[in-house]
């Protein structure tokens, strides 16, 4: 498989996802403690939640690709 291959980018951004999602869940739930005027989330916490956020952001970039290459070899195959 090549590196620059929209479906290994698109395995790594669902797998970082899913390494990222329990972190998430822990956000929401137990890990955030709020008081008066501030919310605190621990450290570990907040990683996992960038860790997602990372992973979303490759599965979106992975995906305008694929829709970039569809509609590319589309409008190809229109011109002959």
């Known amino acids: 498989m090549r590196i620059g291959s929209v479906r290994l980018w698109a395995s790594i951004g669902v797998l970082v996802i899913a390494a990222?999602?329990?972190?998430?869940?822990?956000a929401i739930g137990w890990a955030a403690i709020q008081d008066e005027t501030t919310i605190t989330?621990?450290?570990?916490?907040?990683?996992?939640?960038?860790?997602?956020?990372?992973?979303?952001?490759?599965?979106?970039?992975?995906?305008?690709?694929?829709?970039?290459?569809?509609?590319?070899?589309r409008r190809e195959a229109v011109r002959a």
């Open 20 to 26: 990222g999602m329990p972190y998430c869940a822990a």
């Open 41 to 73: 989330v621990r450290a570990d916490v907040a990683f996992g939640v960038l860790v997602s956020w990372v992973g979303w952001t490759i599965l979106a970039i992975a995906g305008a690709a694929w829709t970039w290459k569809s509609w590319r070899v």
